[in-house]
Structures are given as C-alpha cells and as structure tokens.
C-alpha cells in the first residue's frame, strides 16, 4: 500500500512537471529560434544566458524561504497557486479544444515574431533588440518553470526530483529544437496544456485539502483520482461548449 502510494504521487509529479517544462521550453525555444534567425544568434544567445542567471538568482533568493514555512500552510499557499495556475491553463484549453479560442500554433507565434523584429534594422555590433526579446521570451517562460518546480516539488517533498525532470526536459526539448528547428510546431500544444492543466489543478485540489486538515483515504492514491475526476469534466465541458455553438450556428440565419 505504502508503494503504490508513494509510486501514485511520484508519477503525477514527474508527468505533471514534465508538461510543464516541455510547453514552456517551446514557447521559449520558439521566440529564441526567430530571434537568432531575424538579428543574429551573438545576441541572442547573451540574452537567454542573462535570462538563465537571474532566474538562478531568483531561486536562490527565494527558493529557500519556502522550506521555513509551516508545512499545512505550505501546502494551502502552494495548493491555492497550483489551483490558479492550472485552472487558467484548463480553461483556455477547453475553449480552444471546444472552438471558442484560436489555438496556439508556434508557426504562426514564429512569423509574427520574425515580422517584427525585421521592422527594425539590425545592429552592427551588439543588438539590444535581439537581447531584449531573447531575455523576456526565456525569463518568462523559465519562470513558470521554476514556479511548477518549486510549488509541486516542495509539497511533494521531491524538489531534487522535480528539478531533475525539469532539466531533463528543457536538454530534450533544446536537443530537438536545435535538430528540428521550426519542426516544433508540430508539437500538439494545447493538448499537452490540457494535459498540464489537469494535472496542476488535481495537485492544487489535493494540496488545498491537505493544508485545511483533509485526510484523503488511501493518500496519495487520490491524486490519481483527482486526474479521472477532472478528465471527465473537461470532456464534459468540452463537449457542452461544442454542442451549444452548434446550436447557436443552426439558429443564426
């Protein structure tokens, strides 16, 4: 019982941080692949370095106050932000699967970043522009990494474990980036967000109750639970949304 416990949190925390890096690292990847392609990869590739030292710094400074923190506020605090979090990523996943948002396509974030950084002219020595985007695409980006590391590895008490998927995720993620280039596109996005948001939003649920007293029976056995419970509702979600729209069509004239 004690294993198939231990095993059930283990692998929704390495699934759940594994999405997390790999959506990220695309998003990331994307903007840099335009930038280094449009001005140069010189400064690009300084602005993803500067990106990386201060989130190094941020998790330094940071980072350890977490473990100070008493653990049933530590699992409130990190549940309500895993709630948020994944919540937001569900939701839109949900209207772009039911047809009520534009999906995400990297081609076309690609293109448009292209488009405007060549509105611009290029620098001859160090370009500002290239940095500058190269550093908020990674920053942002490596942040809400950082942020799924920290929240679900420390309330798993796995951070080495979190951290190390992560890594593990990000190398994969760059190796086929820098051998596929653009082919990343074809990456299927707003599933493995669906996919993120589900499991960020189970761990929120399960760690919300967890910092309120809840004894949840069998532990963390009811993680695994949570996942089923929120699949079937996103699928029934899914399925209402695109079931009103066509409705709303076949009475439009």
Same mark, same amino acid.
């Given at each position: 019982?004690?294993?198939?416990?231990?095993?059930?949190?283990? /692998?929704?925390?390495?699934?759940?941080?594994?999405?997390?890096?790999?959506?990220?690292?695309?998003?990331?990847?994307?903007?840099?692949?335009?930038?280094?392609?449009?001005?140069?990869?010189?400064?690009?590739?300084?602005?993803?370095?500067?990106?990386?030292?201060?989130?190094?710094?941020?998790?330094?400074?940071?980072?350890?106050?977490?473990?100070?923190?008493?653990?049933?506020?530590?699992?409130?605090?990190?549940?309500?932000?895993?709630?948020?979090?994944?919540?937001?990523?569900?939701?839109?996943?949900?209207?772009?699967?039911?047809?009520?948002?534009?999906?995400?396509?990297?081609?076309?974030?690609?293109?448009?970043?292209?488009?405007?950084?060549?509105?611009?002219?290029?620098?001859?020595?160090?370009?500002?522009?290239?940095?500058?985007?190269?550093?908020?695409?990674?920053?942002?980006?490596?942040?809400?990494?950082?942020?799924?590391?920290?929240?679900?590895?420390?309330?798993?008490?796995?951070?080495?474990?979190?951290?190390?998927?992560?890594?593990?995720?990000?190398?994969?993620?760059?190796?086929?980036?820098?051998?596929?280039?653009?082919?990343?596109?074809?990456?299927?996005?707003?599933? /493995?967000?669906?996919?993120?948001?589900?499991?960020?939003?189970?761990?929120?649920?399960?760690?919300?109750?967890?910092?309120?007293?809840?004894?949840?029976?069998?532990?963390?056995?009811?993680?695994?639970?949570?996942?089923?419970?929120?699949?079937?509702?996103?699928?029934?979600?899914?399925?209402?949304?695109?079931?009103?729209?066509?409705?709303?069509?076949?009475?439009?004239?």
């Amino acid at each position: 019982m004690i294993a198939t416990t231990v095993s059930s949190g283990v /692998m929704v925390l390495v699934v759940a941080v594994f999405l997390v890096s790999c959506v990220e690292m695309v998003e990331a990847l994307t903007i840099v692949l335009a930038v280094g392609h449009t001005r140069g990869w010189r400064s690009s590739f300084e602005g993803v370095g500067a990106a990386l030292a201060a989130l190094v710094v941020l998790v330094a400074l940071f980072g350890p106050a977490l473990v100070r923190v008493p653990l049933a506020t530590l699992h409130l605090f990190i549940g309500v932000i895993l709630l948020i979090f994944g919540m937001q990523w569900l939701r839109k996943a949900i209207l772009r699967s039911s047809g009520l948002k534009e999906k995400n396509d990297e081609d076309v974030r690609y293109r448009s970043t292209v488009a405007l950084l060549a509105d611009s002219t290029p620098a001859t020595g160090r370009d500002s522009v290239a940095f500058v985007v190269a550093f908020k695409g990674v920053f942002l980006e490596g942040l809400e990494v950082v942020i799924a590391v920290i929240t679900l590895g420390t309330s798993a008490h796995r951070l080495g474990l979190a951290s190390v998927v992560a890594a593990i995720a990000v190398i994969l993620v760059g190796a086929v980036g820098a051998l596929v280039s653009k082919q990343l596109s074809k990456v299927p996005e707003n599933a /493995m967000k669906m996919g993120v948001g589900i499991l960020l939003t189970s761990y929120g649920t399960f760690w919300t109750g967890e910092g309120l007293k809840v004894r949840w029976p069998g532990g963390d056995v009811w993680l695994l639970m949570f996942v089923g419970i929120y699949v079937v509702v996103t699928l029934v979600f899914i399925v209402s949304l695109r079931r009103s729209d066509a409705a709303v069509l076949e009475v439009t004239p």
